[in-house]
């Protein structure tokens, strides 16, 4: 049963991440895997702190929102390739910048939204 609700959950994740994909930006820069990222590092950040401390959150609803969602709308490999891409087109400083904010930005995505479901709850 559990594969369902990864399955559901990664679906409408990676529509979520498509649709941002498909924002009018014109940039050699991949601004918009950095803001998927940090979206959805925020996200797994409010998920994991709800669920910290709730035990009545089922397991199929962790697995629907983070392995699900956050997994089918965050994109690693995307970040990976982007920033090998940036370093072979010879934009050193653009990758290192790349790379230096989505690791940053990310964990600060996650302290924020471990921060937010403090506030809910």
Same mark, same amino acid.
């Given at each position: 049963?559990?594969f ?11 529509m979520?991440r498509?649709?941002i ?5 014109k940039?050699?820069f991949?601004i918009l ?5 940090i979206i959805? @590092?925020m /996200?797994? %950040?409010? $998920? ?9 959150v ?11 969602v956050c ?5 690693f490999s995307?970040f990976?390739l982007?920033?090998f ?5 010879? @934009?050193y /400083?653009s %990758?290192? $910048?790349?790379i230096?904010?989505s690791?940053?930005c990310?964990?600060?995505?996650i ?11």
């Open positions: 049963m559990g369902l609700f990864v399955a559901f959950g990664g679906a409408l994740g990676a979520g498509y649709a994909s498909l924002l009018p930006v940039t050699s991949p895997t950095l803001i998927t990222n959805g @590092a /996200l797994i %950040g409010f $998920i994991a702190g709800i669920v910290s401390d709730n035990n009545e089922s397991p199929n609803t962790v697995l629907f929102w983070k392995t699900g997994g089918g709308f965050t994109t995307t990976s982007e920033a891409q940036l370093f072979e087109s010879k @934009a /400083l %990758g290192g $910048i790349y230096f904010l690791v940053v990310c964990l600060a995505g302290c924020c939204g471990k921060k937010l479901s403090l506030l809910i709850h």
